[in-house]
């Protein structure tokens, strides 16, 4: 099963660190333009490495890397550790502070179909191939992907929480969490840390584009390695794992807003409805969320000038044509996807994640201005995906749509480099 190990992080010197906040970035697929040029302008954020820009971008973060390291700016930690990483945040709404925990290392790489590491979402070529550009041109795991593991016994939690006590870094991220890292360089806890993890599959929360990444570049590798043995550092990859236990695993919706359909006819698409939903105008789709908040099978539908709640009616459920288990059949957003979008929409279930008529949006304030703006047609609203229907998708061999997972907070880029 997982094959965890300690790793030499490089990181930030010391001078740099009393900063680190200002050394932070947010993940590619989640930073805004407007923040990427804020950060471009800091020369020593991680950005530069994590999103590297100018029109050779690969290039350029590793020309980064080289001065950083000539320099001093970064440097490798003298002993083998793993790291541990909590995240403290709130939710809107909710007087409860949140303590997300977990622990990063190296785990060792395994294709999809050995079921070891497993996923709940597919991959776009394009940006696997950017991300295994970035790999060749740094050999260096920039930022941690986001893993999860399940122990019920909470065996790690102990270990983490010794270890926070004395903190090296904290700060408050982009996202108004707060984030902290210690490390742990005790051989008999990481050991500890090592057989626990052995029994445990993974499940790749979010990163799964950086996953495919150095999966696909472990193998561009191997091939060009006569002498390949498989000890060889690019073997493994930088991983944050946490616990599917824990109740501080939030996971977010993502929404989906449709835009330059052609043919789009509004009082079409109503018509259609009654033939699959259980239909109710909503007079006011500001609590669109609230109103179908918890819903089985149930989404908002708002257009420009109308929105409407929408519940599936049972006895249209087996008419779905898609091969599919029951179980993955059965899950909101397989649902949404073929009979509003395949069905009502007619945007094929083959053509869906490229299909550019669909955006996704996880805030639901963007999603209404855009529709009032006439940016997008419709908006489709959803409900968040549980952990449980992560672990029924992983199982079944099966992964969601597209952009069906948002976990938050997100985990930051900055803190510990990897070396491949």
Same mark, same amino acid.
């Given at each position: 099963?997982?094959?965890?190990?300690?790793?030499?992080?490089?990181?930030?010197?010391?001078?740099?660190?009393?900063?680190?906040?200002?050394?932070?970035?947010?993940?590619?697929?989640?930073?805004?333009?407007?923040?990427?040029?804020?950060?471009?302008?800091?020369?020593?954020?991680?950005?530069?490495?994590?999103?590297?820009?100018?029109?050779?971008?690969?290039?350029?973060?590793?020309?980064?890397?080289?001065?950083?390291?000539?320099?001093?700016?970064?440097?490798?930690?003298?002993?083998?550790?793993?790291?541990?990483?909590?995240?403290?945040? $709130?939710?809107?709404?909710?007087?409860?502070?949140?303590?997300?925990?977990?622990?990063?290392?190296?785990?060792?790489?395994?294709?999809?179909?050995?079921?070891?590491?497993?996923?709940?979402?597919?991959?776009?070529?394009?940006?696997?191939?950017?991300?295994?550009?970035?790999?060749?041109?740094?050999?260096?795991?920039?930022?941690?992907?986001?893993?999860?593991?399940?122990?019920?016994?909470?065996?790690?939690?102990?270990?983490?929480?010794?270890?926070?006590?004395?903190?090296?870094?904290?700060?408050?991220?982009?996202?108004?969490?707060?984030?902290?890292?210690?490390?742990?360089?005790?051989?008999?806890?990481?050991?500890?840390?090592?057989?626990?993890?052995?029994?445990?599959?993974?499940?790749?929360?979010?990163?799964?584009?950086?996953?495919?990444?150095?999966?696909?570049?472990?193998?561009?590798?191997?091939?060009?390695?006569?002498?390949?043995?498989?000890?060889?550092?690019?073997?493994?990859?930088?991983?944050?794992?946490? $616990?599917?236990?824990?109740?501080?695993?939030?996971?977010?919706?993502?929404?989906?807003?449709?835009?330059?359909?052609?043919?789009?006819?509004?009082?079409?698409?109503?018509?259609?409805?009654?033939?699959?939903?259980?239909?109710?105008?909503?007079?006011?789709?500001?609590?669109?969320?609230?109103?179908?908040?918890?819903?089985?099978?149930?989404?908002?539908?708002?257009?420009?000038?109308?929105?409407?709640?929408?519940?599936?009616?049972?006895?249209?459920?087996?008419?779905?044509?898609?091969?599919?288990?029951?179980?993955?059949?059965?899950?909101?957003?397989?649902?949404?996807?073929?009979?509003?979008?395949?069905?009502?929409?007619?945007?094929?279930?083959?053509?869906?994640?490229?299909?550019?008529?669909?955006?996704?949006?996880?805030?639901?304030?963007?999603?209404?201005?855009?529709?009032?703006?006439?940016?997008?047609?419709?908006?489709?609203?959803?409900?968040?995906?549980?952990?449980?229907?992560?672990?029924?998708?992983?199982?079944?061999?099966?992964?969601?749509?597209?952009?069906?997972?948002?976990?938050?907070?997100?985990?930051?880029?900055?803190?510990?480099?990897?070396?491949?």
């Amino acid at each position: 099963m997982a094959e965890i190990t300690p790793f030499r992080a490089w990181r930030y010197n010391s001078a740099l660190m009393k900063n680190i906040g200002e050394l932070t970035s947010p993940l590619f697929d989640v930073a805004s333009e407007k923040q990427k040029a804020i950060l471009y302008d800091n020369p020593h954020n991680s950005i530069h490495l994590s999103i590297p820009s100018g029109a050779c971008p690969s290039e350029n973060a590793a020309r980064t890397l080289i001065k950083w390291r000539e320099t001093g700016c970064l440097q490798r930690d003298s002993k083998s550790a793993v790291y541990v990483y909590y995240q403290f945040f $709130n939710l809107p709404g909710d007087p409860n502070p949140y303590c997300r925990k977990g622990f990063i290392c190296k785990i060792r790489i395994h294709d999809w179909n050995e079921n070891v590491i497993l996923r709940h979402e597919n991959t776009m070529p394009r940006s696997v191939n950017e991300q295994v550009k970035l790999l060749a041109a740094i050999r260096l795991n920039v930022s941690p992907t986001h893993g999860l593991y399940t122990d019920e016994s909470f065996e790690l939690e102990d270990l983490m929480d010794q270890s926070m006590r004395q903190p090296i870094c904290k700060i408050e991220n982009y996202q108004g969490t707060c984030d902290a890292l210690s490390v742990i360089h005790d051989p008999r806890i990481i050991d500890r840390f090592v057989s626990v993890m052995a029994a445990k599959q993974v499940i790749l929360a979010d990163g799964h584009h950086r996953y495919a990444g150095s999966l696909a570049y472990m193998k561009q590798q191997a091939r060009a390695n006569p002498t390949h043995n498989g000890l060889e550092r690019y073997n493994y990859h930088l991983i944050w794992l946490t $616990n599917t236990e824990a109740q501080d695993l939030k996971i977010l919706p993502t929404h989906r807003l449709i835009k330059n359909l052609r043919h789009f006819d509004e009082d079409a698409i109503v018509e259609m409805l009654d033939r699959y939903f259980i239909v109710k105008p909503v007079q006011n789709p500001d609590h669109m969320q609230e109103i179908i908040a918890g819903k089985k099978w149930t989404f908002g539908l708002i257009f420009k000038d109308n929105a409407f709640q929408i519940s599936l009616k049972p006895d249209v459920h087996h008419g779905m044509r898609w091969n599919f288990p029951a179980k993955i059949k059965s899950l909101d957003l397989t649902i949404l996807h073929y009979f509003v979008i395949q069905e009502m929409l007619g945007i094929d279930g083959k053509d869906q994640s490229n299909s550019q008529s669909i955006e996704y949006e996880r805030s639901f304030a963007a999603c209404l201005n855009k529709v009032l703006q006439g940016n997008c047609q419709l908006a489709l609203i959803t409900n968040e995906v549980s952990i449980a229907d992560v672990k029924a998708v992983c199982g079944s061999g099966c992964t969601l749509p597209q952009k069906s997972t948002f976990f938050w907070p997100k985990v930051v880029c900055g803190f510990v480099f990897s070396s491949l």
